[in-house]
């Protein structure tokens, strides 16, 4: 089979025709196809390695679109967003000074799925994006020195031919030779690893871009090592309202204007033999925010002060709003009801049809379009929708989670059925994109293709939706192409791959889920689908992966360097601190803290009897930092008042300073998560152990013996029926939990 794939790849790679192109002036180290949210982030990262990088981009005007949603993070994305900027990222600094509301989601729960969120005003976050990128050499933005943007369309791929597959090891004439079983065996596996280095020496190579210059309309060929191609939605895109279908890529948010669709670069994939799919998205139409009668609607204040995304504005003490838009405003929240529930299911004929899924389409399960939700939910009469500004300077509002692409008339009606819409008028309808997509199976966990040698994929490409998750690969791919070529340019051996592994970064969940299980329907980052997440928090992720980043040279700011330092020092002096500081039971008991001691010595007068640390106490259920540094801070002040008193010691010694903000989350989930990340090795190492173990094929998968799976994972369990543990675990969606508790599951039937 890898014979038939690697012969069908080589039969398609063949020189193209291009000799009589006008070649660009200069070559590069890497060329990123694409500015949307992967190709930014990868292009600045390979600059970052010193890699001469050009960004070709069909519009320089649309570096930073916000296509959807004009929010950055949440749940798992946010995470996300705090890993790339601890690598540097720009998606981080440029949401902290564009955005207008910030909140940390689950802030109620416990810190490894608390997750930062920021709703942009959009044309601020697309200056600050192009400031970056355009302008980053004469604001001292590391790296930028190496960028260069171009406005052009990338059409094709240069390749170098590969060598003739028929020159690969003859595997099936080992297998026919007399050798005993073992021996075949031992030959048959020695053959197959000379084949695939063979393969590896003499696959494909990019040579460079074929692009049209955008403004003097002429086909180009640019030369460089690597390539990463970021292209979004565009590849075949087509776009569609009600039964209007029409090609493009997306809407041009300020004009009447469709992008135009990648058709070129799908052929050539194609023509490569890459696996192709079809996947959709959709967006809500945009309200005008005069027409909408606020006070009907339930307020939804930003937090104040704000948490920055960025960490080293959290190390200089800056929180947002930042002097850019220096405002911070509100949201209001409305909900769907029983007459919208009614429309959506009665014009349901009306929606279009897609090339996928038998022309249901393939859209993102955790992103649903309303009719999805109301006929996913039929249990359900009402869903929330927020109802979020789109910036300062606009009366357009975004209806989160009302996409759904009906005619235009359609989506008013449904829109004037909820409260506070009833006079709602449209500024643009909402509209679905149906587009190409590559199994990203094809890909290595440097997002590197296997076919094609300097050939990286990022983003919506891969078989991802969101910002974050786009950000996240690009930012590999980046590092990683520009790694690879400055490398090869300094005549260099290959350099170590930067890969993130699943315990270090949220990014290394996302990419190991992708290249090794693959994706049916666009996928989105939760915090459910990291094995490591107690460990894998928002607060942590600069002590995580800043220096990683910084050894293979993708974080080159030594303020971060020093931010990392200080913040890691201020962390364990206040962890020791609670772990010295010796809390009495009476401390508790006088306030209010008696249920937590187990009832203990209420009646004890004075500082005495059972005597635990701070640290232990904080490690208590339900028992927060601030808790534990109040009566800290009480206590210290007794004692001082006593010594001053008798004159012993001086004022000094005793005088108690909380932990500081920057470290306050980090200091808090490393004391309450510490026995926690303990059970938690221990589970992933009998889960490591099970991989073969058998499932028996009689097994029942549903919701009453299986109540802590969801709807999702309990389908999927049914249609793939697995037989082993290794089987189960390359199914998407099924979490690392889950693996574990279906892994006790079967134990005890057993
Ligand atoms: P994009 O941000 O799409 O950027 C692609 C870039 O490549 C663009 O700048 C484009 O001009 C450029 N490009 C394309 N082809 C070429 C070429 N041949 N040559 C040069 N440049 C090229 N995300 C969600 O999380 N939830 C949603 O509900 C959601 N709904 C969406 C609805 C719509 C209608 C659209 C369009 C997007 C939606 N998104 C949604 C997706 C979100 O926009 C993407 O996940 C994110 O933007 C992906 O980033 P990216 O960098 O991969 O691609």
Redesign the pocket.
Known sequence: NNKVQLATLCRHVRPLSSSSLPSHSKSYDVIV?????????AASASARTGARTLL????IS??G?????PSIGGIG?GHLVREIDALQGVMGEVADASGIHFRMLNRRKGPAVRGPRGQMDRDLYKANMQDYLLRGVDLGVSGMENLEVLE????DLLLDEGDEIETLAPLADVGQSDASGEQRRLLQAKALSSAKANVANRRARIRGVV?IDSKTNARIEIESTTVVL??????R?V?MIGHDRYSG???LRDSEEV????I??ALTLERFGFPLGRLK???PPRLDGRTIDWDRCNIQPSERPAQPFSHIRQSRGEEPPLAAANTLIDCYQTATNEATHKLVMDYAHLLPQYDGMDGKGNG?RY?PSIYKKVERFAERNSHNSFLEPEGLNTHVVYPNGM?GPYPEEIQLQIMRSMKGLEKVEIVRP????EYDFVNPQALTHTLETKSIAGLYL?????G????????A??IIAGANAGRAAGAAYRGEKAPLPFVLGRDEAYIGVLIDDLVTKGTLE?Y?MFTSRAEYRISLRADNADLRLTRKGAEYGLVTDPERLAALDMRETLITDNVERLRNFKLFVTDWAVRGGNDLMGGAAIDRPGREGQKKSAEEVLGMPHVTLKEVEDIMADVSAEERNTNLDSNEGSSDEYEFCPTPSSAHDTVEASVKYKSYVIRQEKDIESWRKAQGARIPPNIIYDHSIMPTFSKEEIEKLNRFKPTTFAEASQISGLTPQSLVYLYHHVMKLN
């Open positions: 196809i694409g500015g949307g949210h992967a190709g930014t982030e070709l981009t069909q519009k649309t570096l679109e916000l296509s959807c949603n994305k052009a369309s990338a059409e692009a970021t292209t979004g939605t565009f590849l895109g776009l890529g997306r809407h992008e135009p669709p990648s070129g670069l998205t959709g967006t993102p992103c996409s909402g509209y679905d994109v990022a983003g919506q490409i891969c991802t939706t969101g910002y974050e998750e786009a950000g690969q690009g666009p989105r």
